[in-house]
Nanobody
Framework: QVQLVESGGGLVQAGGSLRLSCAAS????????TAWFRQAPGKEREFVLA????????DYADSAEGRFTISKGNVKDTVYLQMNRLKPEDTAVYYC????????????????????WGQGTQVTVSP
């Protein structure tokens, strides 16, 4: 079964950048849609962005548009989240999620529709 592991989180000043990685530790998630969600203290988990299994379609939340980019690695089974011009409001635990065919999670932005999850990586943006 697919197991996901996130890495790349840390502390950064406002305006800085971070790149998060999501890798498969069990079965590969090749052929799955993948997404990033985040959860800030005291708030519900929210959708950030997603990429289709073939890398040809993306879906961005308003908060991510223009600053964040999702991509798939071309060498190993990895999905990346490039975050630029970070704001203190971006502080959260960031989670990677994967959705196998028939892709019930695509477009819903609901965590419950994405069956595979990592354990998260902390991103903290200082003012």
């Amino acid at each position: 079964q697919v197991q996901l592991v996130e890495s790349g989180g840390g502390l950064v000043q406002a305006g800085g950048s971070l790149r998060l990685s999501c890798a498969a530790s069990g079965r590969t998630f090749t052929g799955y849609n993948t997404a990033w969600f985040r959860q800030a203290p005291g708030k519900e988990r929210e959708f950030v962005l997603a990429i289709a299994w073939n890398g040809q379609s993306t879906d961005y939340a308003d908060s991510a548009e223009g600053r964040f980019t999702i991509s798939k690695g071309n060498v190993k089974d990895t999905v990346y989240l490039q975050m630029n011009r970070l704001k203190p409001e971006d502080t959260a635990v960031y989670y990677c999620a994967a959705d196998p065919p028939p892709f019930m999670g695509w477009g819903s932005h609901l965590p419950s529709t994405w069956p595979y999850w990592g354990q998260g990586t902390q991103v903290t943006v200082s003012p």
